[in-house]
């Protein structure tokens, strides 16, 4: 399911892992996990990030790969 038809479901969903309210349950990464493996990777001196599906992403605040840059620049 892509992350645009989470948030769409969903508006605060950014911040979540997981909706019980769509089918059976969606998980996913949120902007709080993807920031903590972001440190992650920068912290341990990794060389980047692996986007899987970068276009289901979104535009603005709540994308996941804004986060990502961010967290891996500061």
Do not use: C
Request: charged fraction near 25%; glycine fraction near 8%.
């Amino acid at each position: 399911m892509p992350y645009r038809e989470i948030l769409a479901a969903d508006a605060t969903a950014s911040e979540k892992e997981y909706l019980p309210n769509i089918g059976k349950g969606v998980y996913y990464n949120g902007i709080p996990l993807v920031e903590q493996k972001a440190a992650y990777i920068r912290d341990n001196n990794f060389k980047g990030a692996y986007i899987w599906a970068g276009d289901y992403d979104v535009s603005g605040e709540k994308s996941l790969i804004k986060a990502l840059y961010e967290t891996l620049h500061e």
